[in-house]
């Protein structure tokens, strides 16, 4: 490949990702009707050591108790609590559905550190529950190449509040481990990869995509 196709093609790249998308489908299948609201969960793999608190004020968990409860830590667990790098932690969020899709419920706010770029938030401070597009859209930025150092930007995380064969869940993102198979999933999780395969409309294992959030239904939550 000669210089000159080179350039060409990483124009053609860039230009891929500035331009702002019309057709992203953000969140969960929710075919409640529009603004029915719930609380899911999310299972986040923190990057680096942290604590309980600083987890509440960052996904805009305002009861605390819920975090703590959501993860079966005592009410008396102190606030500062160690979460280890990698070690994932459910988070409770409020979710709202609209246009056949369910996403959280205008939280989390991210304030966009220096030398941040939308797909570093997506994968890496987000552990790939969202999608860079997502982002982009729902918080109408034009070129996904320019955000600004301080700005807030709502983070659109996957949710739901639809009944699964006809009975009430609480819907749980889960973020796709390498080598997973759905079988192994529905074990974990205690349903069937029936149910999780027709959920994520996923037709078998070679479209479970590691890194890809999918919805898992929960029960006796």
């Excluded at 009861?63 to 409860?69: A, E, Q, T, V, W």
Aim: aromatic letters at 8%; glycine letters at 6%.
């Amino acid at each position: 490949m000669d210089f000159s196709h080179h350039i060409i093609i990483s124009l053609l790249f860039l230009f891929a990702f500035a331009t702002k998308p019309s057709t992203v489908q953000a969140g969960f299948k929710c075919t409640q009707s529009d603004r029915t609201t719930c609380t899911s969960l999310i299972g986040y793999k923190s990057p680096n050591q942290t604590t309980i608190f600083h987890l509440s004020n960052f996904f805009g968990v305002h009861d605390i108790n819920s975090l703590l409860g959501a993860n079966d830590l005592p009410l008396s667990t102190p606030s500062n609590y160690t979460v280890n790098a990698q070690q994932v932690i459910n988070i409770p969020i409020p979710c709202r559905c609209a246009n056949g899709t369910g996403i959280s419920n205008n939280i989390p706010r991210y304030r966009v550190q220096k030398d941040d770029t939308l797909f570093y938030i997506a994968s890496d401070v987000f552990g790939g529950l969202v999608k860079f597009p997502e982002i982009q859209q729902v918080n109408q930025i034009p070129n996904a190449n320019l955000i600004v150092t301080g700005e807030r930007l709502w983070i659109p995380l996957p949710c739901s509040c639809d009944d699964v064969e006809e009975q009430r869940v609480v819907h749980y993102g889960h973020v796709v481990e390498a080598m997973s198979t759905m079988e192994g999933i529905a074990k974990q999780f205690g349903t069937t990869s029936d149910v999780l395969f027709k959920l994520n409309d996923i037709s078998d294992d070679s479209k479970l995509i590691a890194g890809n959030a999918i919805d898992i239904p929960l029960t006796g939550q």
